[in-house]
């Protein structure tokens, strides 16, 4: 009865998905190795989840492992830089670097301003939507006064109606 208590408490799910904690994990050993049907329904659920993983698998596409291996071949024949090729202009105070066959060259990117700089058809744009959204406020307040207007003379004529039905 206290093996399905066990079973039916979640502990084994969260131990097979990782999820269990160190005192989780000592205390289903201990069940495993003493009720052969903690061990049982164990079994029984890693061999789900693995079918389930089987099916739920999505392959990937043709050429992957083609370009994966390409990639660490690259990765691994590309030669080793040296720190000693960078050195300081004491001129400007930019960092140079001395070309060679298997370096790149870096280019030292500096902006004069800091502000972001739009094409002029987004001016366009956003000054557009700026002005439709003042046009919007506008409207909105204009018809929540209105609606505030009909509200009192709906609630006006309520009361008449209901001073004349006396």
């Known amino acids: 009865m206290i093996q399905l208590q066990y079973i039916d408490s979640g502990i084994l799910e969260a131990y097979v998905t990782g999820s269990a904690t160190d005192t989780e994990v000592k205390e289903l050993m201990y069940m495993k190795a003493k009720y ?3 061990n049982f329904a164990l079994q029984q659920l890693e061999l789900d989840m693995e079918h389930i993983a089987q099916h739920m698998a999505v ?15 690259e990765l691994v024949l590309r030669g ?3 720190p000693k090729q960078f050195t300081t202009d004491a001129r400007d105070n930019n960092y140079h670097n001395f070309k060679t066959d298997n370096s790149p060259h870096f280019i030292a990117v500096e902006s004069e301003s800091n502000h972001m700089k739009v094409h002029k058809n987004w001016k366009w744009v956003l000054a557009a939507v700026f002005v439709l959204g003042k046009i919007f406020l506008g409207c909105a307040i204009y018809f929540y006064l209105e ?3 009909a509200q009192q003379q709906v609630q006006e004529l309520k009361t008449e109606l209901k001073q004349l039905k006396k």
Request: glycine share 4%; proline share 12%.
């Open 36 to 38: 052969p049907e903690v």
């Open 59 to 73: 392959m990937p596409p043709a050429g992957t492992w083609d370009k994966i291996s390409n990639t660490i071949d």
């Open 147 to 149: 609606n505030r207007q």
């Open 80 to 82: 080793e830089y040296d």
